[in-house]
Nanobody, 129 residues
Framework: QVKLVESGGGSMQAGGSLRLSCVAS????????VGWFRQRPGKERERIAG????????YYADSVKGRFTIAQDNAKNTVYLEMNALKPEDTAMYYC??????????????????????WGQGTQVTVSS
C-alpha cells in the first residue's frame, strides 16, 4: 500500500523560501509519477509540479516555473518541493500525490486530481505580504 506523508509547511513572508517533503512508502516500481497539487481557498486543486521516479523528468506549472523546484531522493523515498520567492498567492494547502503513469504523461503535466489514487494528508503554506 502506498502511503504519502508531507511535512515542511508553515508561515513565511513574501520573498522567503520553504521546502516541503513527501515521504512515499510502498512504491516499488519506477513507473510512478509523484507530484504536488495545491488548493487555495475557494479554488479548485491546481497541479504545480511532478517528477517521474525512474529518471527524474519534471513538470512545472507556469505559475511556479522558475521559483519552485521538485527533486527526489530515491534512497530516502522522499520527494522535495523547494519553494523560493514565495508570493501571497502561493498560500494554499499543498498535497503530495502519486500514481503509476507514463513518463510522457508525468513530464507533460497531463494529469488531473482524479487520476491519482494516492494522496497525502496535506500541509498548509501561508505567505504574508
Amino acid at each position: 500500500q502506498v502511503k504519502l506523508v508531507e511535512s515542511g509547511g508553515g508561515s513565511m513572508q513574501a520573498g522567503g523560501s520553504l521546502r516541503l517533503s513527501c515521504v512515499a512508502s510502498g512504491i516499488f516500481v519506477s513507473s510512478f509519477c509523484v507530484g504536488w497539487f495545491r488548493q487555495r481557498p475557494g479554488k479548485e486543486r491546481e497541479r504545480i509540479a511532478g517528477i517521474y521516479r525512474s529518471d527524474g523528468s519534471t513538470y512545472y506549472a507556469d505559475s511556479v516555473k522558475g521559483r519552485f523546484t521538485i527533486a527526489q531522493d530515491n534512497a530516502k523515498n522522499t520527494v522535495y518541493l523547494e519553494m523560493n520567492a514565495l508570493k501571497p498567492e502561493d498560500t494554499a494547502m499543498y498535497y503530495c500525490v502519486a500514481e503509476q503513469m507514463s513518463k510522457l504523461d508525468c513530464s507533460s503535466g497531463h494529469w488531473s486530481p482524479r487520476e491519482f489514487n494516492y494522496w497525502g494528508q496535506g500541509t498548509q503554506v501561508t505567505v504574508s505580504s
